[in-house]
């Protein structure tokens, strides 16, 4: 666990010294930004003809889904795609350290990341419990970022693992991306009513999320399926690095 | 302390190294010596725990490197070939970084101290990213004694460097091998000569010879060649048979009018240039210019894989599985 430590509090650090870091930081936010105000804006002239009722945390939890299945991508492909290409991981995988200790090192400084950034996204709902009157429903908010932190942990698991794979950051980024997009849309392949539609679904990862996390429930299935998922990811960046080993 | 016992390695189907077996004990210099593509970097890379052989074993401190792969990392210091280094890091930084993987105790003093050795400490708050090639080394080299390892295999450890920095790398490996076990590659045969005890020569995944440095150099001699500029006189091919027929010298060989080239027989232990001049006036030419040719690594390798090829047809007994330990055959045939 040390030796996990050492490697995740490297790489989170890492994420401040280069520019890829402050990137997707500064993105993320000026995005979800736009989208909050104009979110906003829209509430605000609805209210003036209809006094619709003010809004919620929704206008900033729904479009943080999908800014993270676009910045995760580039938070994991240098994870161990840079260190394959550049040759430094010859040296970690000289040094005593398991090949699992590694991979979960990545992982968790990257996770480390992303609850900076989940962090620093906390003053949206902050904004609009002092702009609303009589202020936010704090319920949803919590089970929302608790939903998001889990996909990201499996997100980035699935990352990692995609990154153990290939030489080329770029080419990390892009199967990552592929990977995240298909699991996404993997419940909208099944035809309403077919045998396969409930394990599509189950395996659809924004399903889970919008479903319950995001409407306030901390649902069991969901947790135990985003668990599993990165559980698999952090196994299968193990075996790749393994068999890395093999082939030489 | 290295032991290695018929460890093979196949990539694909391509054999890259093929039942290597030798031996470094503590305290010793082994260099391994070969062209690129002999298999020094495979081999060196299966003894640090990067990758397990296809067969064979190999211990490290009494530790095998795949099934106790763990312990063997811990008591080896490795510096890669071409070695790659973050260059968003500082020096201090990076150090701090392998020590804590490496648990180093005491690792600030200890990290002050290995960076006064490599003299990098006025450095140790630059970015890896901005140091010369030779201070990159360096820290590589920091890198891989940092932990007290028993047991250190330097992959071409003054590749890139220019002639100064060559030296005082040099330096430095000799000053650790008093403590340390090293092993280490080159395909220099002078920094060979220079620096170990023992040196292993690697040809296409397999040991051509293992000598001393200096058995080695008596084994060179044998085609040691002096090359003489003369002019003057031209009484036929007279030089060429005086010359020939001096003691000690095995071939005579004229390169053109005026270049005549000399080679030696290996066991003339006496120096014969004052017998070849004397020889090139007595027989009325005047020496202009007496130079030794020194022999390129290739034409040691050339000279090594001919003997190898010849080696069955006269004995027979050097079959492929016996590993050659000091390859008798050429000694005998001179």
Redesign the interface.
Known sequence: MRTVWIIARREFRRYFTSPAGYLVLFLYLFVLGLIVNNSLQRAYAFSLFQGAPPPNADIVIGPMLTLLVFSIPALTMRLLAGEQASGTLELLLTAPVRDWELVVGKWLGALLFVVVLLALTLIYPLALHLLTEPGLDWGPVVSGYLGLLLVSAALLALGVAVSALFRSQVAAFVVTLALFLFLWMISSLAAAGSPSEGLLRYLDFGHHFYTAFFRGVIDLQGVVYYLSVTAFGLLMGTVIIESRRWRG | MIKARGLT?Y?GRRLAIDHLTFEAHKGEIVGFLGPNGAGKT?TM?IL?????PSDGDAWIAGYHVVDES?EV??R?G?L?E?????D??TVWDYLA??G????VPNLDERIAEVLERVDLLHRSESFIGSLSRGMRQRVGLA?AILHRPEVLILDEPTMGLDPAQRVEVRNLIREIGQEHTVMLSTHILSEAQALCDRVLILNQGRILAEDTPEELELRLRGAQRIRLRVSGADRGDDLQSRLTALKGVLRVHQVDAHHWEVELAPEASRDLRPVLARTVLDAGYDLHEMCTVSLSLEDIFLQLIREEGAGPNEAPSTADDAPPTSAPEDDEEA
């Not at chain 2, 071409?82 to 973050?86: E, F, G, R, V």
């Not at chain 2, 804590?100 to 648990?103: A, E």
């Open positions: 390695k990539y495979t890379r640090t725990g990067y990758m397990p763990l990392r811990r080896v490795y890669p071409n070695i790659a280094l973050y968003d890091m970084f392998m804590q993987l490496r648990q890198q």
